[in-house]
């Protein structure tokens, strides 16, 4: 009996023991087949993620226009690509001198005549500089000249004196050039630019610029770097007060800049920006440089951000020598 008992009782821990085997084997299968689950779904998760990650696409950067008012169009088609506050009133400093060559060119007046600084010419109201004294003599074209491109003062005060029936004559005869052209919240006071009564909007003064380029002899002067002009028996040179016509990413047709204390710094253009030729009228710009980096923005924005650039494949070459 005793030996019955001791071979029952040792089947039945042998057993027991073959199952704890069999249960381990099973626990240790279960938690392999789910980590290969749980790493295959993370697998096809991964490879969800990287098909439906979006391509990066390069975007033009966001226009900034610094200056207080801004007019860009196309000038053949009209089309408008920029304005801010573009019809607000505001004085337009040396911009004037546009209207002051159109009244010069439109009484047909002897270009080769000479004409001199005399002491009315002289800036009292704003004591502003000038290279030319009073009793230079200069040629009425050559003084038409330095008015446009280095916005000489003295000039252009000389041109409205000396026009038939006056400085009042010619400043009525600006009034009626503007009301002739539609721009009816533009008015003068001077041929300069230094009276704050010498107003405009951005809008108009594009018509104004357009108007000016028809002019052969407006878009030269505005645009040529520098010039030697001989004042009585001095040859001088004078530059252009616009530093983007020096600039080869331009080509300007026609420009004029403009400053006095009320106005701000100004800038009117036309160029050839993104193959089409374009109107700028940038006004009541802070900082000697803004009007320009304005342009400048305009300028990216318009032809629009660079192709972004591609990788350049690593061709691996055989560099053994043949056998």
Request: proline letters at 4%; glycine letters at 6%; aromatic letters at 4%.
């Amino acid at each position: 009996m005793a030996r019955r008992y001791c071979i029952a009782i040792l089947i039945i821990l042998l057993s027991v023991g073959m199952l704890s085997v069999q249960v381990a084997a099973g626990t240790s299968k279960s938690s392999q087949s789910s980590k290969s689950s749980k790493s295959s779904k993370s697998k096809v998760v991964q490879k969800k993620k990287k098909k439906t990650r979006a391509k990066v696409v390069y975007a033009p950067q966001k226009l900034v226009i610094r200056s207080a008012c801004a007019w860009v169009e196309d000038q053949q088609t009209g089309e408008l690509f920029i304005q801010k506050r573009a019809t607000a009133v505001l004085p337009i400093a040396s911009i004037t001198k546009l209207m002051t060559a159109m009244v010069t060119l439109d009484a047909q007046l002897d270009l080769q005549e000479l004409i001199s600084i005399e002491p009315e010419d002289v800036d009292t109201m704003r004591h502003s500089r000038s290279r030319l004294r009073v009793g230079t003599p200069i040629a009425r074209g050559d003084a038409l000249l330095l008015a446009l491109m280095a916005s000489e003062n003295r000039c252009a005060h000389a041109l409205g004196r000396t026009y038939p029936g006056g400085i009042n004559a010619f400043i009525a005869a600006m009034n009626a050039k503007a009301q002739s052209l539609g721009l009816t919240d533009t008015h003068f006071e001077d041929p300069v630019g230094l009276s704050s009564g010498n107003v405009s909007t951005a809008r108009e003064l594009a018509r104004m610029v357009d108007a000016a380029y028809q002019y052969p002899l407006v878009r030269e002067f505005t645009t040529r770097e520098d010039a030697a002009v001989q004042l009585g028996y001095r040859m001088m040179k004078f530059r252009n007060s616009n530093r983007l016509v020096r600039s080869p990413r331009w080509q300007i047709g026609l420009s004029k800049t403009g400053f006095i204390d009320e106005a701000g710094r100004c800038l009117v253009m036309q160029a050839q920006v993104a193959q089409r030729p374009v109107l700028i009228v940038l006004l009541d710009a802070h900082g000697k440089q803004t009007r320009f980096a304005d342009a400048d923005r305009i300028k990216r924005w318009m032809e629009g951000p660079p192709p972004p650039r591609q990788k350049q494949r690593v061709t691996k070459t055989n560099t053994t020598r043949p056998i």
